[in-house]
């Protein structure tokens, strides 16, 4: 079946350096992206949409310099948390639908553990 | 806007016990609902989704879920789990007009005891 995956699972930088997380759809194209941040025993917050081809779409409070997020293909986002500071540590999560609306399965990748030090 | 409330931050229970989740939900505007699991360092699955028709909505691994529009509420349960069941369980919802833009709830962990 269909699959998002990310990558790298876990990483662990530098405060003050940037990361990249990326976000592939597998076997299906992805026009629209969720970006989303769980911090340990939280729930998801949604930080952006992202949406191939333009650009991304924040939710209320989230940095869009500091979360860069581009939508380069219909099966690849990638998230850039610039300037790491540790209270960016944290499970990000993206997730993406085979299609329009919620009839269609909405998939999420297997989340990528972000530890700045 | 939308928002979604899980009454119990942690449910314990025993093995082979039944359980309930509780969920309730606010919205302006019509919401799909669904319940997902995550199990320990792992990213989120789907257990079960409500959509439209039969209120009561069958997933898996056993566990069902009814939506009750009256009262705004998409309680899960099962009537009997298994130490594997022990996961933290969030209830959702998202709007007909972003359909994959998900709200979700603060979670319920679930620790089942043998």
């Known amino acids: 079946g269909a699959v998002v995956s990310q990558h790298p699972s876990r990483v662990i930088c530098k405060s003050g350096t940037s990361v990249k997380i990326e976000c592939r759809s597998l076997d299906f194209q992805a026009t629209t992206m969720f970006w989303y941040r769980q911090f340990p025993k939280q729930s998801l917050m949604l930080m952006a949409t992202?949406?191939?081809?333009?650009?991304?779409?924040?939710e209320q409070g989230v940095e869009k310099d500091k979360f860069l997020i581009n939508h380069a293909s219909l099966t690849l986002s990638t998230l850039t948390v610039t300037s790491a500071h540790p209270e960016d540590s944290s499970f990000y999560i993206c997730?993406?639908?085979?299609?329009?609306?919620?009839?269609?399965?909405?998939?999420f990748g297997e989340g990528s553990w972000l530890t700045v030090v | 806007a939308q928002s979604v409330t899980q009454l119990d931050s942690q449910v314990p229970v025993f093995e082979e016990a039944p359980v309930e989740l509780r969920c309730n939900y606010s919205s302006s505007v019509s919401v799909y609902l669904f319940w997902y699991v995550q199990y320990p360092n792992q990213g989120l699955q789907l257990l079960l989704k409500?959509?439209?028709?039969?209120?009561l909505v069958k997933g898996i691994n056993g566990f069902e879920a009814e939506f009750n529009k009256s009262q705004t509420s998409f309680h899960l349960r099962k009537p009997s789990v298994h130490i594997s069941d022990t996961a933290e369980y969030f209830c959702a919802v998202t709007p007909y007009s972003s359909a994959s833009k998900i709200i979700f709830g603060s979670g319920t962990r679930l620790s089942i005891r043998p």
């Open positions: 409500y959509l439209s028709g039969s209120t």
């Open positions: 992202s949406n191939e081809g333009s650009k991304a779409t924040y």
């Open positions: 997730s993406a639908s085979d299609g329009q609306g919620a009839r269609n399965t909405i998939y």
